[in-house]
């Protein structure tokens, strides 16, 4: 593979190669929505290069799709409407471009605006989201915490990727910040719970897949064809409230301490920008049901992290994890949420669960980090964290790196404020 | 409360009266879809009355709305708007209506049809789905058989109303038929799952509400202003998967054992409808917390009941049951969810969880009704049913009835097929 060559400046160390070329929706000036890529630091309106003729000579309609608050539309015209798209693009912001002088003018007149100069928005309406659980790691560690040490992971794990539904209104944006939220929680040895602020909010480093092809009721995907229906990835923040998760989830699992916000990257990388990076999951012992079995390289090596960012601006990075850890993959989710018939739909989003690592640095979240608090992480200011307070900024990144290439998801950052009164 | 005379005629005990005037989308022509309501057994197709300008002296611009092919954008309009249009509807189809003569002409020979004459569709595009559990004789059923006998209730369950988020793709409308599902479970005394169809369907009898007024990220809706947020009701039928159930559910809840279809019924009846048949909830011990408490008659006096169609068409009814039993009421629930600040949305759907009785001629899923099969239940055509077999229909009534006037919301009816192989 060799690199491409950018007539945009790449900076060293940028997530947004010319193998990139990820997704996203800006408000390009106040009030006007379109869909755009970035190159470097520059964000690339795709509604003008349409409007510019770049994509003119394809099959495909873009000119409806591009001007929408959400890639949705564009995303469901299909696997080979991207590609035209990330190809076309490949060409003309080359190095060595054979660009006509005047659209060339134009373009770069038109069509590309630094980022800093752009709102970038939600680039997804969610159709449905659920969440999995699918790091052993990460269950390991919650099941010593909170059940039995000796036998942390449950009968059930080993043989399906555990998932739940989720709450789709409350996923927003990287940037958008996050109220502490009140709940119920039972104070240790009490009998009654008492109101409040939680007080044990957490973190949890996820990545999620968009669903880029629906299927009917009664339909399954198989695990082999599971990729056709893949979009692309994001980086995903499961805000987690622990003290109110722990008394309210038995026995319908975790509600309003995780719904209060989860929060995504602006940008969606695709499946297509990630092959090169593709890599072997760990191996399934026991063996898995047929219709979970999967073959070749099925996970991702996706280095990710997650900061802690105090107010005096001192970035303190907790976790360092990969996405490659992943017990259940991609295929054996899809395969699994639909073997019964449930339908699925472009926009839908499916979110890892914590990735967690097997060493103690690259657990994803606070909880494990900290282990349940009685290990508390002392920042760069001094101040030691059990969990996360007021005014801390989350920040979570993603990138993957080979022979020189590198693809990545940018920031997903969020700002906790105190309870609303 | 006088009992209203209607133009059109109504049949004896029909639930469709003028005090009702639910609200659903018709394909009144083959591809043509439309707003309608009912009257007797005749379906009213609401944007043909819009076009005769029955509603043109109104402040809103029902134009737009009535022609979709779901109701959010009606819904949005807001309570005032309903009310318009249902009391528009009371004076026009009055028995002694004074409606100019080629109007009534218009009306009769363009808006009104036949029921069996339209294909009635899903009324609304649910945004986001949640599952209550709110009846506590259903919780105390279940916590009995699969939990402790003598702790059946959890020590969550007095507190808040528990429940959890479900899938809202694979919610569909009465009529809509629903594959028995495939999955994994595991046989008694099995350490090893199967894969195979589900050897346990079931129904769970539920009613649920549509929300009519979103609010933001970070938003609370307190309890003594929740009606303010609900359009409307729905009966509910949350197939359920109980071999899957068990097998699946710790420690997320319940997953692919219920997002395989949900059916509802295809009339919403609004609060308005619902107002004369309000009445007091069971008395909640211990005391709620502050923000979960309520005053004056929260719950509803709606007559449930589940019937077993056979292949030969025998109904049996194996399930008479009351809304008004309901621990927890809409009101206590709204105000739950959105407590950490959980943004709601116009669409969004939320269901009861299984509404049993005090007594078991009234528990709402054949795993109470037969005690998880110990005790089968006898059909009129000899056979047994401990759960749901293929092929039998299941169906969904609900009715409230005081001093003469009687308003209700049909059928919610959906056969099992066999497993798609």
Not at 328 to 353: K, V
Request: proline residues 6%; glycine residues 8%.
């Amino acid at each position: 593979m060799t690199k491409l060559q950018s007539g945009i400046e790449i900076p060293e160390n940028s997530d947004f190669t010319l193998e990139n070329l990820p997704f996203g929706v800006a408000e390009v000036i106040p009030g006007k929505f379109a869909a755009v890529t970035r190159i470097g630091n520059q964000v690339i309106d795709l509604e003008i290069l349409e409007k510019l003729g770049i994509f003119s000579d394809s099959a495909f309609d873009f000119n409806s799709v591009f001007n929408k608050q959400v890639l949705n539309d564009f995303i469901n015209l299909g696997k080979q409407a991207h590609k035209v798209v990330r190809k076309r693009l490949q060409e003309i912001f080359a190095r060595d471009a054979q660009v006509d002088k005047k659209l060339f003018a134009a373009i770069h007149s038109a069509a590309i605006k630094p980022f800093t100069e752009v709102r970038m928005v939600m680039p997804v309406h969610v159709t449905d989201y659920t969440d999995f659980y699918s790091s052993i790691e990460h269950a390991t560690n919650v099941g010593m915490m909170f059940r039995d040490p000796k036998n942390a992971i449950l009968p059930n794990w080993r043989h399906l990727p555990v998932g739940y539904h989720g709450r789709a209104s409350s996923i927003v944006v990287s940037g958008t910040n996050i109220h502490r939220p009140l709940g119920q929680t039972l104070p240790a040895g009490a009998e009654i719970p008492v109101f409040g602020p939680s007080k044990m909010l957490d973190f949890e480093l996820e990545m999620a897949f968009v669903v880029g092809k629906s299927t009917g009721l009664g339909d399954r995907v198989k695990a082999e064809n599971a990729e056709d229906y893949i979009f692309g990835f994001l980086l995903f923040n499961d805000l987690s409230a622990r003290d109110i998760q722990s008394w309210e989830y038995v026995p319908l699992g975790p509600f309003l301490s995780k719904n209060f916000g989860s929060v995504v990257s602006p940008w969606i990388v695709t499946l297509e920008a990630l092959e090169p990076f593709r890599t072997e999951g760990p191996v399934q012992d026991p063996e898995v049901l047929p219709y979970l079995k999967t073959e070749g390289k099925r996970n991702f090596d996706i280095n990710l992290e997650v900061a802690i960012k105090t107010s005096n601006n001192d970035e303190n990075v907790v976790c360092r994890s990969n996405f490659r850890h992943m017990y259940w993959n991609i295929c054996q989710q899809l395969a699994h949420h639909t073997i019964n018939g449930c339908n699925i739909n472009t926009g839908d989003l499916y979110a890892s669960g914590t990735i967690s690592g097997p060493d103690p640095g690259s657990y994803g979240s606070m909880l494990e980090l900290t282990w349940r608090g009685t290990k508390p992480i002392t920042l760069k200011d001094g101040t030691e964290r059990k969990f996360i307070n007021d005014l801390d900024t989350l920040s979570m990144r993603g990138f993957s790196e080979k022979d020189g290439i590198r693809v990545g998801f940018g920031e997903c950052i969020t700002q906790i404020l105190p309870a609303k009164p």
